[in-house]
């Protein structure tokens, strides 16, 4: 697992798969245009990432984001796996200062 930075996302954002692993109800106060699958789904859920692209999870602050990554990768093998630094509240301070988030 790695980390990478809101401003390398947002630089080519559809090379990457985005997952928002934020509670619903985040997700739906304010998020980037990607999908929302909540952390507590996840491992239910894992068959509806793509086997052939990076995988970039992010959440509030890159904490949960950060845990998740390591399971996929030490329980699930994941080795195309991205943490984005700092979460969504970077994404606002560097990419969309009117970004809604809670």
């Not at 928002?20 to 245009?33: A, C, K, Q, S, T």
């Not at 990076?54 to 509030?60: E, F, N, P, R, S």
Request: with cysteine; aromatic share 8%; net charge negative.
């Amino acid at each position: 697992m790695q980390f990478i930075t809101p401003i390398e996302v947002s630089r080519n954002k559809t090379a990457y798969f985005i997952v928002d692993i934020r509670e619903r109800y985040e997700f739906d106060f304010g998020n980037i245009g990607c999908l929302n699958i909540p952390m507590d789904e996840f491992c239910s859920r894992v068959s509806e990432l793509p086997e052939n692209q990076q995988i970039v999870l992010m959440c509030k602050s890159g904490k949960r984001a950060t845990a998740l990554g390591n399971l996929l990768s030490i329980d699930f093998n994941k080795s195309d796996i991205l943490v984005l630094e700092g979460g969504i509240q970077a994404w606002k301070n560097t990419i969309e200062p009117t970004l809604n988030i809670e």
